[in-house]
């Protein structure tokens, strides 16, 4: 076996290339700074800006992004992403494979509005541009989002809550924001904008969600739509731990979705034969 060349280490170094973590023997930096430095003097939000947007946030900044991470930790156990990490748990699989099973359901349906809702303000903002009508911008983007994906309107409404105490806390700390122009309220104005749209006509108004005002406060904060879902399940996989270890805690086996003597609903075949005449395989 030959040594390998310069080029082959060359190759090798560029396959994983990355721009955010370095390491040596006895070195470890992110973003350039060495660990230990950030070890005790940054939050855990703060790193967790580092990591995804490449420098340190401002301590405002940090302080609302962790407001929102703490916003969507949980939302109880009938949740389905919290439901399948419970069951999974009584599998037997170890919490890293309960808390795996319960942030792989968080897709477009469970999880994915406030990424939807990020996409649907930023692209309000692009047809709105300097200058142009913002009402005329959300008549038309919205009417072509209800034209490809129906009427339902990410980050605003709740199945649960009339008004949900989670995006009305946030709200406020956006507000306060604004007054100290930690950010400048674009998003605000066009989360506004829309929910006035999709309120016209009805006896009473509909409320933003914490999907939608997680939209507009990490959009204001300049975070891409992309983020938008794993700046979730980063606060959802807390939630998603705590309900496993819970029930670990319990040492029940195998539980389902429903207490077992509740049964379910069978709307098969009614009970039937084969004819007796069915040749054997």
Known sequence: MTGQSE????????????????????????????IEDLIGRISFPAMIWLMLRGELPTPREAYLLGALLVAGVDHGPQAPSIAIARMAITCGIGINGAIAGGVNVLGDVHGGA????????????????????????????????????????????????????????ISKLINEAVRDRTINGRFVEIGEAVREEISRGRHSPIAINIDGIAAVLLLELGFPPELGRGVFVLSRSVGICAHAFEQMQRGERIKGPIPPELGFRYSGPKPRKLPDDEPLP
């Open 7 to 34: 080029g082959d280490r060359s190759s090798a170094a560029e396959w994983w290339e990355s721009a955010i973590t370095e390491i040596a023997p006895g070195s470890i930096r992110i973003r350039g700074y060495a």
């Open 114 to 169: 406030g990424q939807q809702c990020m996409e649907l303000l930023s692209g309000i903002a692009q047809n709105a541009g300097p200058g142009n009508d913002l009402n005329s911008a959300v008549t038309r983007v919205l009417a072509d989002f209800r034209a490809r994906n129906g009427r339902f309107i990410p980050g605003f409404g709740h199945r649960f809550h009339d008004v949900d105490p989670r995006a009305k806390r």
